[in-house]
């Protein structure tokens, strides 16, 4: 069983969660390939949210969409990882696929011509230091989801040792705000229309 496989299991995606990816654009943009688990993610959960806690960045071509430019996407925040490096020699290439309510970023070390064999590398806002965990991105939610690393590589612990972690499309998110739901308690939210949502 793939980890991936296994990422289904723990995590089930939902009716209508998904994305469309123009793989050839994305990668010809970034001048790589993407990681096999990455792709069948976007296929089958697309861009949103685990547990309201970590955001998973639609795969995006380099420069945005249709000469719009990229915001707060992945373009943007690779190169805020990329700031955020030691100044000096060695630096790797950092391509950012999450981010998490804690401020840090999650990212590939896109270091090998085989992106399946990139490892995942963890920004923590909160200890100013890079983390690297071997493995790709199914592989490491897992982990994090089984609480299987020596400690929580994220701010928070909202995911840590998660035995049913629920994912939620963008735009699933959207739709039940736009209907005064609060999508992760299932409640009436207080603050529906307050900001134009």
């Not at 060695?90 to 999450?98: E, N």
Request: charged fraction near 25%; charge should be negative; aromatic fraction near 14%.
């Amino acid at each position: 069983m793939s980890w991936f496989d296994e990422l289904m299991g723990v995590m089930p995606s939902h009716s209508g969660a998904g994305d469309i990816v123009d793989w050839a654009a994305v990668e010809a943009s970034w001048g790589t390939p993407f990681p096999h688990d990455f792709k069948m993610f976007m296929a089958d959960y697309g861009e949103g949210t685990i547990e309201d806690y970590l955001s998973v960045l639609l795969a995006e071509p380099r420069g945005g969409f249709d000469g719009i430019p990229a915001y707060m996407g992945m373009a943007d925040e690779s190169r805020n990882a990329e700031d955020l490096w030691p100044a000096g020699p060695g630096r790797p290439r950092l391509i950012a696929w999450g981010l998490d309510s804690s401020a840090d970023i999650l990212c590939w070390k896109a270091d090998d011509d085989n992106p399946d064999k990139w490892s995942v590398m963890v920004w923590s806002r909160d200890g100013g230091h890079w983390s690297e965990y071997s493995g790709g991105m199914a592989e490491f939610l897992c982990h994090v989801f089984r609480a299987e690393f020596d400690r929580c590589p994220l701010g928070d612990l909202s995911l840590w040792d998660a035995t049913s972690p629920r994912f939620l499309h963008r735009d699933e998110q959207q739709r039940l705000r736009g209907s005064g739901i609060n999508p992760w308690t299932g409640e009436a939210d207080p603050y529906a229309g307050m900001f134009g949502d």
